[in-house]
């Protein structure tokens, strides 16, 4: 079974803090994600990454970077977070494929509230 | 630019009636398409893509290139099917053909 982990369940911040989110995943995959989930606004993606030191933006990526040092590891970190920022944040992770993309495996989600 | 419309926030059935949650897309190469779910406090995970042309729990999606078009359809709806379904495309353009556009996402509620 893939399995996707990340650090924390719920977070709470002040405005300002800078804030690391890691995801975790242990099945060898080269595709690692990282997706804001807001009610009425469904999935934006903000980075990802199709391979070590790789990263590319997605479409909401203001306010975010990312690292991605060893493969199995994608971390989003929020430089200073904002009020704005509070959101369920979910990871994901993917074999690179013949074909483009392959099924994504979602981690739990972190639920990060910032005050 | 692709993009992927789910035009129903909310959608509530009877148990034993038909469901169909909608999915449009705009996109201009060979669109690849998923239905992604997610049950209460659960992780969000694949429920089908129309390569597979599979039947999984019973709902089934043919996708329709002339209306653009990747309709979630199931003929009878079971409690268990309550849930929130988002509807996502595959980019195939260099390097992004990696990621996935998701729509907003569609709240089923199946009432007993």
């Known amino acids: 079974d893939v399995k996707v982990t990340q650090s924390s369940r719920y977070l709470v911040k002040r405005t300002g803090e800078k804030v690391f989110l890691e995801c975790v995943q242990d099945?060898?995959?080269?595709?690692m994600f990282w997706y804001r989930q807001d009610p009425g606004l469904g999935l934006r993606l903000i980075y990802f990454?199709?391979?070590?030191?790789?990263?590319e933006k997605g479409d909401i990526p203001e306010g975010y970077s990312v690292s991605r040092e060893k493969k199995e590891r994608f971390s989003l970190i929020l430089e200073s977070a904002s009020t704005n920022q509070t959101s369920m944040y979910l990871c994901?992770?993917?074999?690179?494929?013949?074909?483009?993309?392959?099924?994504?495996?979602f981690g739990p989600g972190t639920r990060l509230t910032v005050t | 630019a692709q993009r992927v419309t789910q035009p129903e926030k909310l959608l509530s059935v009877f148990k034993g009636a038909p469901v169909e949650l909608k999915c449009n897309y705009s996109?201009?190469?060979?669109?690849?398409l998923f239905w992604y779910v997610q049950y209460s406090r659960q992780r969000l995970q694949l429920l089908l893509r129309?390569?597979s042309r599979e039947s999984i729990k019973g709902f089934t999606a043919d996708l329709n290139k002339g209306e653009t078009s990747f309709h979630l359809k199931k003929p009878f709806a079971q409690e268990e099917d309550s849930a929130m379904y988002y509807c996502?495309?595959?980019?195939?353009?260099?390097?992004?053909?990696?990621?996935?556009?998701f729509g907003k996402g569609t709240l089923l509620t199946v009432n007993p």
């Open positions: 994901a992770s993917s074999l690179r494929g013949l074909a483009g993309a392959q099924e994504q495996y």
């Open positions: 099945m060898d995959h080269e595709n």
């Open positions: 990454s199709y391979d070590v030191k790789m990263k």
């Open positions: 996109y201009s190469g060979s669109p690849e």
């Open positions: 129309h390569i």
């Open positions: 996502a495309l595959r980019s195939n353009s260099g390097g992004s053909n990696y990621k996935l556009t």
